[in-house]
């Protein structure tokens, strides 16, 4: 089963810090975001299987971020607010939102909510998105996702094993997000590509790295594209284009 890739949307950092950390404390792979263009981003670049989205973002209302997004997205959308009187909870409803959860809250609770939101969603965004991606193009590359072939700007084809290919599909759904060691672990044991047991995990995605870099970087000792971010682990540092049927 897929690790859940939860997108936080909230304008204040420390409350968009705090869900963060505890959802990664459980299971899921969350993705900060402030505003609506950086939720867009998130969702044009890659998976996302569940929005947690405040109502009041400074300048911009959640409420019509959520309506907007339910004219072309089904992805599950769980509103969370301060305002939480029967005819505010109803507005979240009426706009396209599976649940409605209000500040204060206790985070064991909203785990649980989006627990129950995610295990009732028949149609996953995650598994739409898997299923129309083609190519995705980065820095001059192209992957293609349906064949897993990998050319060069150079219009050559490099050969690249199976994690090495599993490692460059999690970086590709997470262009300019930080991610730590134990992050990209649990995405390759979603693909199938688990480090083995008796490997040191962490050395080990150090070393898939390096022969990622080898692979795709034109000096791997001074990377442009999967860059070392430090005290937390590796970003993919280029835009991704992403074309779809």
Known sequence: MAIPRILVVDDDPDMRQMMTQFLRQNGTIALPAANETEVRTH???GRVDLVLLDVMLGDENGLEICKRLRRDQDVPIIMVSAL???HQRMEGYAVGADDYVAKPFNPDLLLARVKAV????KRSASLVHRRNVETFQFNGWTYDAKS???WSPNKVQVALSRRETALLRVLLANPFI???REEIEISLDVTGEAIAPNEASGRAIDVLVGRLRNKIEANPKDPEILKTERGVGYMF???????ST
């Open 237 to 243: 540092s280029t835009d991704v284009v992403v074309s």
């Open 84 to 86: 939480s009187a029967d």
């Open 178 to 180: 930080p991610l730590t």
């Open 148 to 150: 897993s072939e990998v």
């Open 118 to 121: 995610l295990s009732r969603t």
């Open 43 to 45: 969702i044009d670049g």
